[in-house]
Each structure stands twice: as structure tokens, then as C-alpha cells.
């Protein structure tokens, strides 16, 4: 395994962390549906934890978490870009259509912090020591968290917007009522709703 890469993948998902407060933080004023906006909320709260469970990562590899790399300033570019679109949604147009984008961004976000900790996990395997300790106990931690947070905010995001072209909804979505943590589930939880309605 290529070392170096593995210590910008950190820089990269320390970032997507950082920048994934912030579009909680925008994404929880969005939520007009309130088991959403508790559900956020939750997810912000887990969001913080993972920055910290990454900080405690690089202190057991030795790397310095304030360090810039061009990987963590495209993360950071595309991280504020979601938090300024969430804001002019919600600065200029209906609360419920600023809701749909606010799901949206969360998932583009997601998309990334969810691939990171998966990566992260398959390169766990090829540390050694203090250092594979380290890393593994991270996603351990985090794994389950990160299933949910992309899988049932994409479930969100389609039912808001089913709702929205006033086609028949499913909130909240069938991913979170079964507790979807994987990809098949999801599929499967997205297959079952069109039985639901
Ligand atoms: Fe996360």
C-alpha cells in the first residue's frame, strides 16, 4: 500500500468531517419535517464525534491534522459550495423546496464521507501495530453511522421529492423504519415502497 496515499485519504476524510458540521449545522434549519430535523440533528451530533475520532487517528499515526493538501482544500471547495447552495435555496425560495435541496447537498456530502470510511477500513487491513489499532477501532466506531447517514438521507431525499411533485410519499422512508445498512437493503427497502403505496 502506498503510504503517502493512505496519510492524504486522512487529510481528505478529517475535512469531510469538518465541512460535514457545517452542512448539518445549515442542513438542520432546512428540515421542515420534524423526524428529519431529528434526525440531522443526530447526525450532526455523530458528525462531531467522527471529527474527534479522527483527530485521535492522526495523533496515533503522527500526522498533523492542521496540515493543507490539495486533496483537503477540493473537500473543503466542495464542502462550502454545498453549505452556500443550502443557503440561497433557503434565502430564496419555499421552505419545503429548500428542504429538498438541504437533502440533497447531505447526500453529496455523504457520498464522500461514506466512501472514505470504506476505503479507510479496507487500508486498516494493510497497517500493522499501533497504527492498525488505531485506524480499525475508528471505522468500527463509525461504520454503522455512516450506512445510516447516506443510505436514509437518500431515502429522504427521493420521498420529499415525490412529495413535492405531489406523487405518493413515504415519510419517513422505508430505509430508516428498517434501519438500512447496506446498499442491498436499501435497494430492497426502495423496492418494497412502491408494495407500500
Ligand atoms: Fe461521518
Given amino acids: ?11 481528505e476524510a478529517l475535512e469531510t468531517e469538518q465541512g460535514g458540521v457545517k452542512i448539518y449545522e445549515t442542513a438542520v434549519r432546512a428540515a421542515v419535517n420534524e423526524d428529519l430535523r431529528e434526525e440531522w440533528q443526530e447526525y450532526l451530533g455523530q458528525t462531531r464525534r467522527h471529527v474527534e475520532i479522527l483527530e485521535e487517528v492522526f495523533e496515533a499515526l503522527g500526522l498533523d491534522k492542521d496540515k493543507q ?41 455523504e457520498t464522500k464521507d461514506h466512501l472514505n470510511w ?17 485506524l480499525k477501532s475508528a471505522c468500527e466506531e463509525v461504520e454503522d453511522q455512516e450506512d445510516e447517514h447516506l ?20 415519510l419517513p ?11 442491498i437493503g436499501a435497494a430492497r427497502a426502495k423496492q418494497q415502497r412502491r408494495e407500500m403505496l
Avoid at 1 to 11: A, C, F, G, I
Fill in 1 to 11: 500500500m502506498k503510504r503517502e496515499e493512505l496519510d492524504n485519504l486522512l487529510y
Fill in 69 to 109: 493538501t490539495t486533496g483537503r482544500q477540493v473537500v473543503k471547495t466542495i464542502g462550502e459550495a454545498l453549505v452556500e447552495a443550502m443557503t440561497l435555496a433557503q434565502k430564496s425560495g419555499p421552505k419545503e423546496a429548500a428542504e429538498v435541496v438541504a437533502a440533497e447537498c447531505v447526500v453529496l456530502a
Fill in 118 to 134: 470504506e476505503l479507510l477500513g479496507e487500508a486498516a487491513q494493510k497497517l500493522s501495530g499501533e497504527e492498525r489499532k488505531a
Fill in 151 to 170: 443510505y436514509h438521507t437518500t431515502g429522504w431525499t427521493r420521498e420529499l421529492h415525490m412529495q413535492a411533485l405531489g406523487l405518493p410519499a413515504v
Fill in 173 to 183: 422512508p422505508p430505509e430508516e423504519e428498517k434501519e438500512v445498512k447496506t446498499a
